[in-house]
């Protein structure tokens, strides 16, 4: 069964709240339909030139996360 986007959310908040100073523009997720078996990118937007990259497992926990300016 493909992770659901209720995991993804409690996932993305655990850690949003752990960065109180962040203030999220939008969330972007790759794939938007999660497929089974497969990780989830999430893109957090916190400014014009800083984003949140993070990867989610399909067990559903956070794999990674990284900040990228441009």
């Known amino acids: 069964m493909p992770i659901t986007r209720e995991t993804i959310d409690a996932v993305l908040k655990d850690l949003i709240d752990q960065v109180p100073t962040m203030s999220v523009r939008s969330v972007t997720l790759t794939p938007s339909v999660p497929v089974e078996g497969q990780n989830v990118i999430a893109r957090i937007d916190v400014s014009k030139s800083r984003h949140v990259l993070c990867e989610i497992t399909p067990a559903g926990s956070l794999q ?6 441009s």
Not at 64 to 69: D, P, Q, W, Y
């Open 64 to 69: 990674s996360a990284r900040v990228i300016e």
